[in-house]
């Protein structure tokens, strides 16, 4: 499952340049697919939706950093745990129940956004 940030955050940072995927923006932040990733041009996500990988999403959040679901491989593939809540000083990064992944789904996607 990916990670979610709760509003209990306060905005330290912490988070965001430990995120290998570049999941993790600052609030009211746009973000792209292709950020901190190998993904380009018009792409197919693992979870079958369309989209452009350079073209600017909405930010999920306004007020704290957040993560982008679709982005989170909660470090599969980079680390043995989420780098987010391991540094986080006040444990607000915390598994999303709404986004359920296997290990498998997870790596599977950490594959898709970066060729190595």
């Known amino acids: ?4 940030i709760t509003d209990e955050c306060i905005n330290c940072g912490a988070c965001e340049p ?3 995927n570049t999941a993790i923006y ?3 932040d746009d973000w792209r697919y292709a950020d901190g990733t190998d993904l ?3 792409i197919v996500l693992p979870n079958g939706n369309n989209a452009n990988a350079e073209e600017e999403q909405e930010p999920i959040s306004d007020e704290i950093y957040y993560i982008v679901a679709d982005k989170c491989t909660e470090c ?6 989420p780098q987010c809540a391991a540094v986080c000083p006040v444990d607000c990064c915390v ?7 296997t290990e498998e789904e997870l790596l599977g996607k950490q594959r898709f956004m970066h060729n190595e």
């Open 1 to 4: 499952m990916a990670i979610i």
């Open 18 to 20: 430990e995120c290998p």
């Open 26 to 28: 600052e609030g009211a």
């Open 40 to 42: 380009e041009g018009d």
């Open 76 to 81: 599969k593939g980079f680390h043995e745990e």
């Open 95 to 101: 598994p999303d129940d709404d986004n359920v992944e």
